[in-house]
C-alpha cells in the first residue's frame, strides 16, 4: 500500500476540537461604561456576518445580551503573550465555580493587563483595541420575530450567536494601497490550535478567486 495517499488512522477522542481558527478580541460595554475584553476563537465569516460560539457565564456575553454591540478586533501573531495574561481571566465580577477551579481570576482592567490602547469606534460603543490589524465593528443581529431567547443557548450552556459587520478597520500595513484588499502575506492572524497559539505559516497559493 503506498503509505503517502493511504495513511493509517485511529479513532481518538480529543478533550477539545480546537482545530485552528483566527484568535478574536472582542470587546464590549460594561453596565459600569468600562471596556472588557473576551479571547476567543470559534468564530466563521460568510459574506458581512460572523457566527460566534461563547460559553455562559461570561462577562462578554452578558455584555453582548445586553447591549447587541461589539468589536471583534483580530489579534496579530506578535500579540500572543498579551492575549495570554489575560488569558485566566474574566470581566464578570463573580468568577462562577467551575472558572475558579481551573485557576480564572476577575480582572476589571484587561486593556492594562493586555497591554493595549483603545480607540474609539465609528458606529458602535464599545471601544477598537488599536493593537489589532483588524477591527470588525458589528451589532447582534436579531431576527425581529423572534424573541432573545432564540439565541441558540445549547444544554452545554454556549451561546451561538450572529453577528452583522458594519465597518471594517484595518491598519495600513496589512493593506494593498489604494486597494479594499487585505493583503494574506501582510496580515499575521494569530491562531488557536489545539491550545496552542500558532502563526499563519507560508503561503502555498491563491484560489482562483484571489483579487490580490
Ligand atoms: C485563545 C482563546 C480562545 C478562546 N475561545 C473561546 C471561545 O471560542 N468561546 C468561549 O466562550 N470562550 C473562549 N475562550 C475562553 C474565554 O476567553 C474565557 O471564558 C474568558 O473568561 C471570557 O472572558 P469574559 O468573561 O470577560 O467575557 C478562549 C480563551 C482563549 C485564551
Same mark, same amino acid.
Given at each position: ?41 470559534? /468564530? ?30 483580530? /489579534? ?41 490602547? /483603545? ?39 454556549? /451561546? ?53
Amino acid at each position: 500500500m503506498d503509505m503517502h495517499r493511504h495513511p493509517r488512522t485511529r479513532v481518538i477522542h480529543p478533550s477539545i476540537l480546537y482545530f485552528g481558527t483566527p484568535v478574536l478580541l472582542i470587546t464590549t460595554r460594561n453596565p459600569d461604561g468600562s471596556t472588557n475584553i473576551t479571547p476567543m476563537s470559534s /468564530a466563521w465569516a460568510l459574506a458581512d456576518r460572523i457566527v460566534i460560539g461563547l460559553s455562559g457565564g461570561g462577562q462578554g456575553l452578558a455584555n453582548l445580551r445586553r447591549e447587541r454591540e461589539c468589536v471583534l478586533n483580530l /489579534a496579530g501573531e506578535d500579540m500572543h503573550r498579551g492575549v495570554e495574561r489575560i488569558a485566566p481571566t474574566t470581566g464578570h465580577a463573580s468568577v462562577p465555580a467551575w472558572k475558579a477551579a481551573t485557576g480564572y481570576r476577575h480582572e476589571a482592567d484587561k486593556f492594562t493587563l493586555g497591554g493595549w490602547h /483603545a480607540d474609539a469606534s465609528v458606529s458602535v460603543k464599545p471601544p477598537r483595541i488599536v493593537e489589532c490589524p483588524l477591527q470588525l465593528e458589528a451589532r447582534v443581529l436579531l431576527d425581529l420575530d423572534r424573541p432573545l431567547e432564540a439565541w441558540r443557548d445549547s444544554a452545554g450552556g454556549y /451561546a451561538i450567536i450572529e453577528l452583522e459587520v458594519l465597518h471594517v478597520h484595518a491598519h495600513d500595513e496589512v493593506t494593498v494601497a489604494g486597494t479594499q484588499h487585505v493583503d494574506p502575506q501582510l496580515y499575521r492572524p494569530l491562531f488557536y490550535l489545539f491550545r496552542h497559539y500558532m502563526g499563519p505559516g507560508k503561503p502555498l497559493g491563491r484560489t482562483f478567486k484571489a483579487e490580490v
